[in-house]
């Protein structure tokens, strides 16, 4: 986490647009789910928080938990264990919620734990295997397999997290919101 702050303050310091892409380049913010560590591009996450109470939407997929507000921002919170068919699991004082910026919208994703900011470089990074099991669901949210010392880390796609039709009904929620204030 410390680094994603060294990134944010960088930003803040003055520094061109380019040096803090430069800067972001190979980065990855890693997290549990199940058995699994994954990644997430550092560009993406905004900020991680604490697990906080969630506005429940009625009619959505189950791994649409619901809606938080975020100093007056709403966003709508997605279980990553849930979207991946994993089994679920109780929340504790290690969940956290990363906020992440996809597709024009912010979205927060509920993960068990924040491993680490971790680089990647490009050629420590193959592509997900295209063994034929249908059993796992994720590896269609999964763009690349990193390699990091002894350890792998599945790479995701924050577009493909969230369907169309995930994106209405999002959008209809906060355009009910928007009209309750």
């Given at each position: 986490m410390e680094e994603t702050s060294e990134l944010r303050k960088q930003a803040q310091d003055g520094r061109s647009v380019s040096d803090e892409r430069d800067a972001q380049k190979g980065k990855y913010m890693t997290f549990k789910s199940g058995n699994e560590y994954f990644?997430?591009?550092?560009?993406?996450?905004?900020?991680?928080?604490?697990?906080?109470?969630?506005?429940?939407?009625?009619?959505?997929?189950?791994?649409?938990?619901g809606l938080i507000n975020l100093r007056g921002k709403i966003i709508p919170v997605i279980d990553v264990r849930l979207r991946f068919r994993q089994e679920p699991f109780e929340y504790n004082d290690r969940t956290c919620i990363i906020v992440i910026n996809v597709k024009s919208t912010v979205v927060g994703l509920i993960v068990e734990k924040i491993?680490?900011?971790?680089?990647?470089?490009?050629?420590?990074?193959l592509p997900p295997p295209s063994?034929?099991?249908?059993?796992?669901?994720?590896?269609?949210?999964?763009?690349?397999?990193?390699?990091?010392?002894?350890?792998?880390?599945?790479?995701?796609?924050?577009?493909?997290?969230?369907?169309?039709?995930?994106?209405?009904?999002?959008?209809?929620?906060?355009?009910?919101?928007?009209?309750?204030?």
């Open positions: 990644g997430l591009k550092i560009q993406y996450v905004n900020e991680i928080i604490g697990f906080q109470a969630i506005t429940a939407i009625p009619e959505t997929e189950d791994y649409i938990k491993a680490e900011v971790v680089e990647i470089k490009e050629e420590n990074i063994i034929g099991r249908a059993d796992k669901v994720q590896n269609k949210y999964v763009y690349g397999i990193g390699k990091v010392g002894d350890s792998v880390k599945l790479l995701l796609d924050p577009d493909k997290l969230l369907n169309d039709t995930d994106m209405s009904v999002i959008e209809q929620a906060n355009d009910m919101v928007v009209e309750e204030e």
